[in-house]
């Protein structure tokens, strides 16, 4: 649960066990550190300005692996973004508060066919 714990979020014993026989998984734990060690996002950064579509950056309020400030800077040099502060959730927001993140991709789905049917 330290780990977890590390993330700035609370899961309930099930989610620990799940991210726990994740980490016993020697191909996950393998699969994870090769993407990490892969990343590269400078080609991801020099084109983010030319995004037309709406992105909307959330983020966990309580987030200890990746600070909220960072989707708030990215959110403001993006012309069609917006920041989404998630009150109380961590960076494992998805898992602490399912209920909410779905809410934020359904709204955002709506949002998006309203766009595109005014955009018609």
């Not at 996002?41 to 959330?58: E, G, T, V, Y």
């Not at 708030?72 to 494992?92: M, N």
Request: charged share 20%.
């Amino acid at each position: 649960g330290h780990l977890i714990a590390s993330t700035g979020s609370r899961l309930d014993d099930a989610g620990v066990a799940h991210y726990r026989g994740l980490m016993g998984q020697p191909d996950h734990v393998r699969g994870v550190l090769d993407m990490l060690a892969n990343w590269r996002l400078d080609s991801l950064q020099a084109q983010l300005p030319r995004l037309q579509l709406p992105l909307w950056l959330a983020a966990g309020l309580s987030d200890r692996t990746v600070a909220p400030v960072r989707s708030l800077e990215l959110a403001r040099r993006l012309r069609h973004a917006r920041f989404v502060p998630l009150q109380g959730l961590g960076h494992l927001a998805h898992e602490e508060a399912p209920e909410v993140v779905n809410g934020l991709l359904m709204a955002l789905w709506d949002h998006t066919r309203h766009q595109a049917a005014a955009d018609v």
